[in-house]
């Protein structure tokens, strides 16, 4: 993880200043908002690690070359971004009782961004262009979640609801003056955001067949089986396809051949592709645990049947 442990050190830096930004919040905010920051800092033990959301300026800067200083602010600019469209995703995934208080969170997160980011962009600068382009992907996404079947149909659409991200890497190239770079960088975050959805699509599967939310592996699985996303498919047959027929092996074969095409692009940026060929190598050994396991049992219901037939007690 050397696309980590070598920005662990900026990162530290890059928390500590949005904690200290947080304590300023309106109470009970501010309490509120330090929980929930500390549920996606990396530096925390059991806290879920959206490394791409934070590193992406830096994996950027190693093409860019800005200054340490900007790099961290672009990556602060990015963590309230984070924060801001987690919360509201979530307010509309679960509904929560306090909805009303994450919501006024997720302003103040979004207020925070806008307060870094007009400090490194005048208002004429083409970064405001994107911000709204990105926006409106991200809004076009989560409208018509549910009511198509993106991995088949169109996986640019999976992307677009982390298209905010993309932000922080956009950035640091019109800071850099290499804005003709920013379609084939946007090209490959989108491609390291979908191999990174795949991932989490396979841990989310129970959950996100339980609450109705879309999911790759459910429409991976759906296809095999020839039916339309979900239509007369239920956990058991999910199970079967996984642990019996190899499904997951073929999905995670797929993740993987995404992360590899990184390697093969202009400008090449070793952290990003790192990153996604870490995540979807994530997958192919869960894959292959998965298979050995499948073959262990197999194997010992065989040994079962040739010792029983010799009188073998």
Known sequence: MEWYTRYRHELEQ???EAEKRISLFPAPLNTMGQEYEAQFNPLLENSTRNYICYLLPFWVNEMAGLQPEMVRRLSLGNV???LAFLLQDDVMDTGPADWRSRLALAQLFLAESMDIYRGLFPADSPFWDYYRLYVSEWAS???QEGDRDDFQENR???S???SPLKLAGTGALLLSRQEHHIPAVTEMTDQALLVLQMSDDWADWREDLHEGSYNCLLSFISAEQEVGYMQGI???QIEEAVYTRNALSRYA???ADLARTL???NPAISGLTSFAIGVAEGLVQDAAYIAREKQHLLSGGLQYLLDHEAGTP
């Open 14 to 16: 890059v928390f500590a």
């Open 80 to 82: 309230y971004i984070m």
């Open 141 to 143: 996404s989560v409208a």
């Open 156 to 158: 640019s659409g999976i």
């Open 160 to 162: 677009s609801k982390a």
């Open 234 to 236: 239920h956990a058991e």
């Open 253 to 255: 074969a797929a993740a």
């Open 263 to 265: 390697t093969e692009r």
